[in-house]
């Protein structure tokens, strides 16, 4: 039986750059969990995620990649997971077509699908709304590292490596179960405060509509 699992933000091979500064490892302060201490370099943070993901992915089983899958190299990184693979692209997922073409599908940001009779919007990014969340419909998503703090009344969820066990991915009944523990979110706004709001934002951009114009004049006098 073939199972669904999900991940996002892997940056296979994003090792620091030619003055030695940044790298994935930096940036998202990866730790190696077996040493508890920084990745000693990007082939050793490489080679933990890919056998982290192949420990639980069978050929068999297809795995989503919610973006920010590899940063260069891509060709060595998408033969190195043995399962199908289905890609979100991100904002460093530049590879040529032979290169995507080893992808069981590929959606340039979004992926609207339906899993197990539950609604998913995968994106890259995180969304305020998206199609149908007012009707139970899932954001899932990545890039941000797990650093936005997740609400039990919203149905969605970072599925990056930073916030997985051990950078495995997802599975998908996993999610499924987490989601059925949300609280259901309020939607009990009369039409009077719904349009108070509209009214609050409406009101907002004319304001800030004729700043603009004077920001405008002003920068064309100096011009």
């Known amino acids: ?9 892997p940056h296979y091979g994003h090792d620091k750059n030619t003055r030695g500064l940044g790298g994935i490892i930096h940036h998202a302060h990866r730790i190696n969990p077996t040493t508890l ?36 190299n891509h060709g060595h990184y ?29 959606y340039d940001g979004m992926f609207v699908t339906t899993i197990h009779d539950e609604a998913f919007v995968i994106t890259h990014c995180a969304m305020a709304v998206w199609e149908r969340s007012h009707y139970g419909s899932t954001n899932l998503y990545a890039h941000s590292h797990g650093r936005i703090e997740e609400r039990d009344d919203i149905r969605s969820m970072d ?5 997985s066990p051990n950078y495995t991915p997802f599975n998908i009944d996993f999610v499924i179960y987490k989601m059925s523990l949300k609280r259901k979110p309020n939607y009990s706004k009369s039409e009077e405060e ?14 800030l509509a004729e700043q603009w114009k004077e920001f405008v004049q002003k920068k064309q006098i100096k011009g």
């Open 78 to 106: 998408i033969g190195a997971i043995k399962c199908k693979k289905i890609l979100v692209t991100g904002s460093h997922d530049k590879m040529n077509v032979d290169c995507l073409r080893n992808f069981t599908a590929v």
């Open 194 to 207: 719904l349009s108070s709001i509209v009214r609050k934002n409406k009101d907002n951009n004319i304001v």
């Open 1 to 9: 039986m073939s199972e669904i699992f999900i991940t996002g933000d």
């Open 37 to 72: 201490k920084p990745f000693e370099s990007i082939q050793e943070h490489d080679e933990y995620i890919l056998d982290s993901c192949n420990k639980v992915c069978s050929p068999k089983d297809t795995l989503i990649i919610a973006g920010d899958f590899a940063w260069r």
């Open 159 to 163: 599925v990056g490596v930073d916030v």
